[in-house]
Structure formats: structure tokens, C-alpha cells
């Protein structure tokens, strides 16, 4: 009979040894892909190679069973999470295609035709909207499309929509991280939501400002601060009054229509100045950039049809510019929100045992462990709902079934090297977490003590900048949080909502966030370009949650919390 395989927690018999060994297969990717520069495929398997071979060597993990668990990662990253992304494009492509993304342009002209305030407009807030409702990635494949289309050059426009994905992470598709937090751990998601919702708004109101320095330096924020603060404001106090009073799951899509109804009504009282500058400014950069990119690279940028002039926007053209997107909040709204169909559509999973893996792999504390059973949502998952989205749009679009399957398979040539990326980084993800390399980490970061409040958020970061994903962060890290707080005497609800806070600013130094979005607006290959824009900004906004929430468990600031 074989015996099934439990992890030590120090395999090497210091735990902070094996802590910093069970790093190695991070340092390699952040290594490879951020200084060594190498493309994000070819860093992702690397990184992979080194996960297996630790499991092996070090926490003696059987070689088959390391090898499975990739294979089931793997499966993992293409369907859901790529198969979502996948038809987020394609239904971009359908609006490019039948000629009416051009209007869809010339509408976020009708609210500014500021380039700074397209970027708060289409990456804060319309992006928003679409990680309450989507998340794992299409709104970053979307709004990155969008700003490349408003003059926004690709590296830039991939730096602005990481950023810009943060604060709506936490609720993001309709709750699923927090929910999935409280299931673990048994503390209610409203109330754990809550103390989220004390947390992120700040970070919302600092992104929109942020997001005019990315776009246009010291001059940006200096002309735009006002509209940026007033959005950040209202996001986040919406986000906090949502979290707190109304509904948890609802929480991005209020925050998001009330920053965006922000920026309309402040923008007919005032205007900001430079926008000629700043679109000037703009224009040169995506000229720069195109001048230095390889035939290969230009042949990968998304088409972006030209700037029309005179063109009147009637009220039937604005609404079928916006069909395809009213379409998408509408469609999601359905699948997540009316339980009826909701339930239906998740009673379709399937659930599959992985071959050779599942019964074979415990958890620390000696119980099976339930990530080897692999769910095959063919028909609830967000990317099956853009499929049918982008199937009525071609229709109503008038684009012809040809047309139609021809843009699936050029997408589909298009993204082969992000299949082969983020299937190797779920692939890593699965490899750490069974063999207990993950929670080795989590283990050492855990054992500081009442210090553990300050350092707490960084599980979450390190935990969604492995997998991508926050609700994978709470899905590793949720229930060792609230054991550690229970044990150092703090609130463990504060704990396991820092869990995921933290994670909302790791997703931007993601390797398959990297990957979306370098796809999505043609720098496929660049990936290391795009995460030394965005590195810096997920470590100062780490340590300013680390400092929030130290001091939120303390009298300091206890105030602050429900």
C-alpha cells in the first residue's frame, strides 16, 4: 500500500531555512523575468524546473507526484483563467472588426478628451466594474486594448491598467476572495468584507493620482489632482459605505459607478489644463516606442483603427458603441447575482479526482487535500459567458460567422505563449502549495509574534503574485492568518482581511498578470519592461497597508475598524 504524502513544515529542521529555500522557485522567476529579462515564458517553466526539483530534494516530495501536480495547475491556468481572458479579447476584436470601436472611442472623448482622465475613466473605473463582475484578468485585457486606442503607448497602457487594478481586487467577481476567506475560516464574509472595507479605500484614494503621474509625470497630477482626488474619494468611501452597510458582493460595482458619476458631474463644472500637452506628450512616446519595436512586435499590436474627425455621435450610435459592454455587466449580473441561474450554472462543474494525484497528497495537519480534486467549469466559468456575450455581439454587430471564428483563431495564435506562461505559473503554484513549500513561508512570516499585524499583508502579496489571483491567496493563506492571530492575541478578522488587502497589490507584479497584459497590448515577450514599471508601486503600496494595518491593531488606530 503507498503512503500517502504529507509535507513537513521544516523539512530541513530550521523553519527558516526552509522558508527561505521554499523561495527559491519565486527569487527565480522575479530573477529571470525582472533582471535577467528573459521572456515570461521561458522564466515560468524555469521557475517551474526549480519548484519540482525543490519538492523533491528538500521537502521529498515523490517525483511523480510533483510532476501531477503541475499537470493539474497547468489544466488549472488555461481553463479558467486563460479561457477568460481569451474571450475578453475576442470580444474586443468583434468590436474592432465590425468598425464600431470607434465610436465606443469617441464616447469617452464625449466625458474628456483628456488623456489623464481617459486613464482614471477606463482603467479606475470602467476596469473596476469589470473585476466586479469578471476578475481573474479581463479587465486588464480589456481596458489596456481601450487605452491603447484613446493614444496611449503599449508599455504605458499596460502600466496603467496593473495599477489601476488594485483597490476593486479585494470584491472583485462579485466577492469570490473574501467569500471564499470566509468559508475557509468560518468568520462571516460580510464581516470580514467589512474590514476590508477599512483597508483598500485607502488605497483608492491614493490610485486615480497615481494613474496621472504614470500618464503625465509631475505636470498630470499637478493639473488633474482635483477630479483624481475627488474619484478616489468618492470610490473609496462608497467602497467603504458598501462593504460596511450594504453588500459585500456588490461593493466594486456601487464604488465604480459612483467614481465614475465622480468624474461626469465634477468634469461640467471644472476643467483641467494641458490636455493638448499631455496628449502631445503622449503621442510622442507611442511614436518613440513603435520606432523601437521589432517587426515581430509590431505585427503583435492589437489593431487600433485611426482617429476619426466630424464625426457625430447619435444617440443610437452611442448606445450600440456601449452594447457590447451593457451586454457583459448585464450577462454577469445574471450569472452572479439571481441565484436561480447562478446555481444551475455552477450545478454544471465538474468535478475530477486528478488521476494519480488526489487521495495521494495531505495537508500538514494530516488531512486530503481538496486541491487535487480539479473543477472543470465549462459553463459557469466568466469566460463561457463572453463567449455567448461576444456570439450576440458579432450577431447584432452584423459580422459574419467567418469573420467571427477568424478572430478566434488569430487570438487564439495570438495568446499561444500566454497559454504556455500562465499554465507554467499555475503549474509553479500547484507544485508549491501541495508539496507545503507555500506554507512553509506563510509559517515563518507567521511566527513574529504581536509584530505579525505589520507583516501579515505580505502573505497575501506573496500568495497572489504566485497564483495571479486573491482568492488563491485566501485559499492558501486565510486560515493560517487567523491561527496566527488567535495565537499572538490579535482580532483574527484583521488578519485574514489584511491576507486580502495584500493581495489586491501583489496581482500587478503577477507573472500572469504580466502576461495579460503584455498580450493584450502587443509587448508579449516584454514582460520584464512592464514589471519594472509596476514593481515599485507594489511595494510601496504593500508598506503602506503593512503600516495601516500594524497600526489598525493597535489603539492607534482600532478606531477605524467596524
Not at 491556468?77 to 470607434?102: C, D, H, K, N
Not at 511566527?447 to 491567496?473: K, Q
Not at 482580532?491 to 503584455?518: E, R
Request: charged letters at 10%; proline letters at 5%; a neutral charge.
Amino acid at each position: 500500500m503507498i503512503t500517502a504524502y504529507q509535507p513537513d513544515i521544516a523539512p530541513v529542521g530550521s523553519l527558516w531555512l526552509s522558508a527561505l529555500i521554499g523561495l527559491l522557485p519565486l527569487v527565480t522567476v522575479f530573477v529571470t523575468l525582472g533582471w535577467l529579462r528573459w521572456k515570461a515564458h521561458h522564466a515560468g517553466l524555469t521557475a517551474l524546473a526549480v519548484a519540482i526539483l525543490v519538492a523533491a530534494l528538500f521537502w521529498k516530495m515523490p517525483i511523480h507526484l510533483a510532476v501531477l501536480s503541475a499537470t493539474e495547475g497547468f489544466v488549472f491556468g488555461l481553463m479558467p483563467i486563460m479561457w477568460i481572458v481569451f474571450m475578453a479579447i475576442v470580444l474586443y476584436q468583434i468590436t474592432v472588426v465590425s468598425g464600431r470601436f470607434e465610436d465606443l472611442r469617441d464616447v469617452f472623448d464625449l466625458i474628456s478628451d483628456d488623456p489623464r482622465i481617459q486613464a482614471i475613466v477606463i482603467a479606475f473605473c470602467f476596469g473596476g466594474l469589470m473585476e466586479a463582475l469578471a476578475g481573474f484578468g479581463a479587465p486588464v485585457a480589456i481596458t489596456g486594448v481601450m487605452l491603447m486606442a484613446v493614444g496611449f503607448s503599449a508599455l504605458r497602457a499596460a502600466a496603467v491598467v496593473l495599477l489601476a487594478n488594485t483597490a476593486p481586487v479585494a470584491f472583485g467577481a462579485i466577492g469570490t476572495p473574501i467569500l471564499t476567506a470566509g468559508r475557509l475560516t468560518g468568520i462571516p464574509p460580510q464581516e470580514v468584507g467589512a474590514y476590508v472595507g477599512h483597508q483598500t479605500p485607502l488605497l483608492a484614494f491614493m490610485v486615480p493620482l497615481f494613474l496621472c503621474f504614470i500618464t503625465d509625470g509631475k505636470r498630470g497630477v499637478k493639473q488633474v489632482w482635483p477630479v483624481a482626488l475627488v474619484t478616489g474619494i468618492v470610490f473609496g468611501v462608497a467602497q467603504w459605505v458598501s462593504a460596511t452597510y450594504l453588500a459585500m458582493e456588490l461593493t466594486d460595482i456601487i464604488s465604480s459607478l459612483a467614481g465614475l458619476a465622480a468624474i461626469v458631474l465634477m468634469l461640467r463644472f471644472w476643467r483641467p489644463q494641458g490636455r493638448e500637452e499631455a496628449r502631445a506628450s503622449l503621442r510622442e512616446q507611442h511614436h518613440q516606442e513603435w520606432e523601437s519595436l521589432t517587426e515581430a512586435e509590431r505585427a503583435a499590436q492589437p489593431a487600433l483603427p485611426a482617429k476619426r474627425e466630424g464625426v457625430v455621435l447619435t444617440g443610437e450610435r452611442i448606445f450600440m458603441a456601449l452594447f457590447p459592454y451593457l451586454l457583459v455587466i448585464a450577462a454577469f449580473s445574471i450569472a452572479k447575482l439571481y441565484d436561480p441561474v447562478k446555481n444551475w450554472l455552477l450545478a454544471t462543474d465538474i468535478k475530477i479526482p486528478w488521476p494519480g494525484l488526489d487521495g495521494q497528497v495531505l495537508t500538514v495537519a494530516g488531512k486530503p487535500n481538496g486541491s487535487t480534486v480539479y473543477t472543470f467549469s465549462w459553463l459557469s466559468n466568466p469566460g463561457t459567458t463572453l463567449l455567448i456575450c461576444a456570439a450576440i455581439v458579432a450577431l447584432v454587430y452584423k459580422v459574419s460567422p467567418g469573420a467571427f471564428f477568424r478572430e478566434i483563431g488569430a487570438t487564439a495564435h495570438k495568446l499561444r505563449f500566454s497559454f504556455l506562461t500562465v499554465g507554467s505559473v499555475l503549474a509553479l503554484a500547484y507544485v508549491m502549495n501541495l508539496s507545503g513549500q507555500t506554507i512553509t513561508i506563510g509559517t515563518w512570516i507567521a511566527g513574529t509574534g504581536a509584530a505579525f499585524a505589520f507583516f501579515s499583508p505580505i502573505l497575501g502579496w506573496i500568495g497572489t503574485a504566485v497564483t495571479g489571483s486573491d482568492t488563491s491567496a485566501n485559499a492558501l493563506f486565510a486560515t493560517l492568518q487567523q491561527t496566527a492571530a488567535k495565537g499572538a492575541g490579535i482580532d483574527p478578522t484583521l488578519l485574514v482581511a489584511a491576507n486580502t488587502s495584500g493581495g489586491v497589490v501583489g496581482k500587478m507584479i503577477s507573472p500572469q498578470n504580466l502576461t495579460i497584459a503584455a498580450t493584450a497590448v502587443g509587448l508579449l515577450g516584454r514582460e520584464s519592461d512592464i514589471l519594472r514599471k509596476v514593481i515599485w508601486w507594489s511595494v510601496g503600496l504593500l508598506l503602506v497597508l503593512c503600516v495601516l494595518i500594524g497600526l489598525q491593531s493597535t489603539p492607534v488606530l482600532s478606531w477605524m475598524l467596524p
